[in-house]
């Protein structure tokens, strides 16, 4: 029986050794959207790690990619990710999943489209999602934040074979967002005030 992190192994290295025979085409964009999320301990959250400057329907398209993201596994917890599609379907083997997943602090997502490039050219616009990246919140204390990041060593290829450039934007940054102190004192201010107000109308009745 064929062992499949083998295969995907030998995938990665065929790749690898193409690529360094190959010229660099222009390079491409590489991020995780949206760039700030609010949640707090205990929430799901679903980021798209996206890939744009590439040709819209038209060359260059993507044939092929291996990029890793990195997260603190102290607050964020991996839950599961899925293909975009834009590289063909990997049920009708279009394409070959070759992916690692969660390595613990980093997560790696990588896919081998065996579409033509005209095929590729086609299916993909200029700019679209690779994966959506599904993580559970399980420790962000109120008002603090954390990082996920493209990590340096992202592998690219066309539609053709050739070697494209990644350049990563930004982080990504989950934010929780507590009740701000000001605010929680205007609400027990508030709060007083109605009480006051109904023990003084009681005491009229009274009289």
Request: aromatic share 6%; hydrophobic share 50%.
């Amino acid at each position: 029986m064929r062992n499949p992190n083998a295969f995907k192994r030998n995938v990665l290295v065929l790749l690898a050794v193409c690529l360094m025979q190959t010229p660099l085409a222009h390079s491409a964009l590489i991020g995780i959207q949206p760039g700030t999320t609010s949640a707090n301990t205990g929430d799901l959250i679903s980021l798209d790690l996206v890939i744009s400057d590439l040709g819209n329907f038209a060359p260059d398209s993507l044939g092929a990619f291996d990029i890793s993201i990195g997260f603190d596994a102290a607050a964020l917890s991996f839950a599961g990710y899925s293909l975009g599609g834009f590289l063909g379907n990997v049920g009708l083997s279009e394409a070959i999943d070759t992916s690692a997943g969660d390595m613990g602090g980093a997560l790696n997502i990588a896919e081998v489209s065996l579409l033509s490039a005209i095929g590729l050219d086609t299916l993909q616009p200029g700019a679209f999602t690779l994966a959506t990246l599904n993580f559970t919140v399980i420790n962000l204390a109120g008002g603090a934040s954390t990082l996920l990041s493209v990590l340096p060593g992202a592998v690219l290829a066309d539609a053709s074979g050739f070697a494209l450039s990644a350049i990563a934007s930004g982080p990504a940054r989950i934010q929780s967002v507590p009740v701000p102190g000001t605010l929680l004192l205007l609400i027990t201010s508030l709060f007083g005030w109605i009480t006051l107000k109904r023990r003084h109308a009681s005491l009229h009745q009274v009289k």
